[in-house]
Structure formats: structure tokens, C-alpha cells
């Protein structure tokens, strides 16, 4: 070979070999910068909100038995909760996501061993999927333990594992109170004595902690298909003043525990000077839903979804995507009206109608938070829906949203 040929042979090579790196840079995406980053925990206002948590070892491997998963599931609570400076004491509030609600035995034995002594209040739903099967696990946790006290309602049997509520120096969370006979667990077939049962049960709580139902700022009514929505507003409006009402994200799930079809969880705040419900000047006051309540300065959201407003209003595209934008757009409407925007967002809660839209949702969620992203939980809480439109072309709901944000959030660093 000639010294000619040799020198673009040896170019050719390397120019080859330059080619295979950026290739294989290519082909290696880079981890997401941190501002797109989901964390694992915020502190505003006093909280610590944590992301859900699943089951998952740091090697990524999962346990077989489920007492083991649900061990590894709070070990990661925990780790979380240990890298903000906190223990498990710091605990007030729990939700809990089973692929299997008739595992709620295993569950309550474990938790007994992780909160001893006053354990948090707690929602506990069966749901279709999540992330990291066969459960998720979210919390939240108050920093200054004065204040922190086990609410139990007066005559009821201790629960294992929870506490029918929890205070801290200003809110109240009341743990899911369930539709059936609290003395013999029985579920009747009525489906509005269910909803009174479990609204009963509620307010029970809330009254054992020197409360009433107009402290309530948020509330999570979780059913089954076996109540409608009908049967669960007729009771529910009964209970609060008109236009005034909490926040509300109403979940259908795929099943609660112990064969009931309702359940009632919330948040009270403790001085109700503190309350403001919050209402976009285009909405009408509702009998069931305020769109925002403060608690303080934490605002707590109703569930919103790809629902345009309005005489003629309803779900009008097919995608997921599309109706996530629509969603963004309600919620900013109510963050917009009480002074806020989407940078005082510090969790989410978000319900899929089939988790393999995923990405789908958070290419379109991720954008509206310029400065970083909220906690998050993200479940499946029923096996997937038809996708066709109906005669008056409304599609039916992909992806619901609901959020908690905290006034002068990022001022506050």
C-alpha cells in the first residue's frame, strides 16, 4: 500500500471509529436533566409530600411474598422520608394502592411493625395496575411533630396499622371510612344507606377531633360500579353548604377492602378562618365540589379531566395527549384564580385509563412546569374503557388530575 492510500486509509478509520462513538452516544440517551426529574419528595408549608413508592429493591429487582414487597415498598418510604431529615414518626398520611384489596391482612400486620405506636391515617383501594406491581405508596409527612396526635372515634375498636385520624398543628387527615356496619362489617344493599354509612363514619372522625364537616377542605370519594354517581351526590350534597364544598376527586376503582363499594378519605384544616374555597368567576357554585380549597396557604384541587366547560360542554378529543392539554388547561384556570400558577404545584395525583398512555400523558404534562416537577403518583384504578365517542361525539375520560399546590412556593427559596 502506498504512503498515499495508507494516510486516507488510516482517515477513513478513524473517521469511521469517530462515526461508531457518536453512534453509540446516540444510541445511550442521557439521563433527563434534573428539572424533568420526578422527585422523590418536597417540603413546603411545613409538609413532606412524597412520590409514590412501589415495591422495587435498588437493584430493581422485587420480592416474591407480598409481606416482603410491602416491606421493601415502606423501606422505601422510609428512605425517602431519611434523606429529608425524618422517620416514620413524621408520618400522618398514607395512600395505598393494591392490585389486590383482599391482601389488606398482610398489609395491616406489616404496618403494625412500621408504625408502633399512633400510625397515620390511610386510604387503601384496589386498582386495576400500577407502575411497580403489585402496589404503590405515597405519603405525606408533617416536620414539626407538636400537634401530631392519633384521632380515634369514640367506642370503635383500635385499627391495626392506622389510625382512624391524624392532626397535626393545623389539618386533620381522616383515613377511608367505608360504606358498611361499622360494628359487624356488613355491606347493605342500599346503595345510599352505603354512602351515608361511610359519610357517617367521616364525619365521626372529624367530630372526635373537635371538628365539624365545614372544616373539610379536601375529600376522596372512592367507588365501585356499583354506586352511581347519582346515588353518592344526592347524600353527599346533604352534608355540606352549597358552593362551599371541599375539593373533590371522585375515583371509580376496581374494588375497595372487605367487599365494600364506597368510601369516604380526606383533610380538614383545624382553624376555619383558614378555609377559602376558591372558584374560577366562569364556573357556577356546585352542591357536591368547590374547584380549590386553601388550607392556609396549601390549596387543595378537585380532579379535573379533558371536560370542556360550558352549555355544551363534555370530552371532545380521542387521544390522551389531547385531553391531558385540555386538563392542563381546566387546573390552570383554578391555580390562576387563587393567584397561583403551575410552579406552586408540589403533588400530583394521576388516574390513567390504561397505564401504557404513560408517555403519552407526560410529554404533555411535563411542559406547564417550567421549573421543575411535582410529586407524583400515577395509577390505573380500572381495567381500560372503550375509546369511541358517543352520538353527541363526547369520547370518554383518558386521565384525571388532581393537585396540591402551595401559595408562594417558590418565593419562598
Known amino acids: ?38 422527585p422523590k419528595a418536597l417540603e413546603e408549608a411545613g409538609y413532606v409530600f412524597v412520590s409514590g413508592q412501589g415495591p422495587q429493591r435498588p437493584d430493581g429487582s422485587t420480592p416474591g411474598k407480598f409481606s416482603d414487597q410491602v416491606r421493601q415498598t415502606l423501606d422505601n418510604v422510609k428512605a425517602v422520608l431519611q434523606s429529608m431529615g425524618l422517620t416514620t414518626d413524621n408520618v400522618v398520611y398514607v395512600q395505598i394502592y393494591l392490585e389486590n384489596a383482599q391482601q389488606i391482612r398482610e398489609l395491616d400486620e406489616v404496618f403494625a411493625n412500621y408504625f408502633p405506636k399512633d400510625p397515620p391515617a390511610r386510604a387503601v383501594l384496589g386498582v386495576a395496575k400500577v407502575q411497580n406491581p403489585p402496589m404503590q405508596v405515597n405519603a405525606i409527612a408533617v416536620r414539626d411533630l407538636q400537634g401530631k396526635k392519633a384521632v380515634s372515634i369514640p367506642g370503635s375498636k383500635a385499627n391495626k396499622g392506622f389510625s382512624a385520624g391524624m392532626l397535626t398543628h393545623d389539618q386533620l387527615f381522616v383515613s377511608t371510612m367505608q360504606g358498611s356496619d361499622s360494628a359487624t362489617g356488613a355491606v347493605p344493599q342500599d346503595p345510599a344507606l352505603q354512602v351515608n354509612l361511610a359519610l357517617d363514619g367521616l364525619k365521626s372522625v372529624v367530630e372526635a377531633a373537635g371538628l ?15 354506586i352511581s354517581y347519582r346515588a353518592m351526590n344526592e347524600q353527599y350534597a346533604k352534608r355540606f353548604e352549597f358552593g362551599n364544598t371541599p375539593g373533590r376527586a ?164
Open 1 to 38: 500500500m502506498s504512503r498515499g492510500a495508507l494516510h486516507v486509509f488510516r482517515a477513513a478509520a478513524l473517521l469511521s471509529l469517530l462515526m461508531a462513538t457518536q453512534l453509540n452516544a446516540l444510541a445511550q440517551p442521557a439521563p433527563p436533566p434534573p428539572e424533568t426529574a420526578v
Open 212 to 226: 365539624t364537616m365545614a372544616n373539610m377542605v379536601f375529600v376522596n370519594p372512592y367507588m365501585t360500579t356499583d
Open 250 to 413: 371522585t375515583i371509580e376503582v376496581s374494588s375497595l377492602p372487605d367487599g365494600a363499594h364506597i368510601a369516604f378519605t380526606g383533610i380538614a384544616v383545624r382553624d376555619l378562618s383558614m378555609r377559602q374555597a376558591i372558584r374560577p368567576k366562569n364556573m357556577a357554585p356546585s352542591p357536591t365540589a368547590s374547584p380549590c380549597v386553601f388550607a392556609g396557604r396549601i390549596l387543595y384541587c378537585s380532579a379535573k379531566s379533558g371536560f370542556i366547560p360550558g352549555p355544551n360542554g363534555g370530552v371532545y378529543f380521542s387521544t390522551t395527549a389531547d385531553q391531558t392539554r385540555q386538563t392542563m388547561r381546566n387546573l390552570l384556570d383554578n391555580l390562576e384564580e387563587a393567584g397561583m400558577t403551575f410552579d406552586d404545584v408540589v403533588s400530583t395525583t394521576i388516574y390513567l385509563d390504561n397505564l401504557s398512555d404513560t408517555k403519552d400523558f407526560e410529554k404533555v404534562y411535563a411542559r406547564y412546569f417550567a421549573k421543575g416537577l411535582p410529586t407524583q403518583t400515577i395509577v390505573q384504578q380500572l381495567a381500560p374503557g372503550g375509546r369511541k365517542a358517543d352520538e353527541e361525539g363526547h369520547f370518554p375520560t383518558l386521565e384525571q388530575v388532581s393537585l396540591v399546590a402551595v401559595k408562594g412556593r417558590r418565593e419562598s427559596k
